[in-house]
């Protein structure tokens, strides 16, 4: 503290005009001032100066939604991982494989732990990570998840018979005729 009550180094002993200190704690801040000494004794102590040691680089985010391999997600949704302390942004990707080599989504600048993620394809298996940043650096890179966004919803049928408008239908055509045709999905 700048009252130097209890001193993490005191030493009377350097002969030179530097000294190495450590190891220090990070995101701290520190003060220091020095005296010089001849034969006559002590001198009077210099101004006192601080600095401020640089955050430990963060951790690794731990991945919270969605659920590693989980199906059916919306194709806009919001991915979200714990906090980790003393981060001053975090980064997202998100790709189509597992490489992060078809990324589809590189964000750098997220500044909380969630981030919405849009226009995402159908029925289409995407990869995510996270990592956070601070004055001293760059952490590492979360576990890999993914997620699978739900099907496209199907196209409507295609109505075959009775003829739209048509007039004297016999019952037994539109007992047999009006069953419900199933049509394939939409190709992709």
Do not use: C
Not at 24 to 34: E, G
Not at 73 to 102: C, E, G, H, K, N
Request: aromatic share 10%; proline share 10%; no cysteine.
């Amino acid at each position: 503290n700048s009252s130097f009550g209890t001193p993490a180094v005191d030493d009377s002993g350097v002969v030179s005009t530097s000294r190495s200190v450590g190891p220090l704690a990070n995101n701290t801040t520190y003060y220091w001032h020095v005296r010089a000494r001849n034969s006559a004794g002590w001198g009077s102590w210099s101004v006192s100066w601080s600095f401020t040691i640089l955050p430990a680089t963060p951790g690794i985010p731990t991945l919270i939604f969605p659920a590693n391999a989980s199906v059916d997600q919306p194709t806009a949704l919001a991915v979200r991982w714990r906090a980790l302390p003393v981060v001053s942004s975090y980064r997202l990707q998100v790709s189509l494989d597992s490489l992060f080599i078809a990324i589809v989504l590189d964000d750098s600048l997220v500044a909380d732990t969630s981030r919405q993620v849009s226009s995402l394809s159908n029925k289409t298996k995407y990869f995510w990570r996270a990592q956070g940043k601070n004055a001293a650096g760059t952490g590492g890179w979360s576990s890999i998840w993914n997620f699978t966004t739900v099907p496209a919803l199907p196209g409507p049928p295609a109505l075959n018979a009775p003829p739209n408008g048509a007039s004297n239908v016999p019952a037994r055509m539109i007992a047999v005729e009006s069953r419900v045709r199933r049509l394939p999905p939409p190709a992709s």
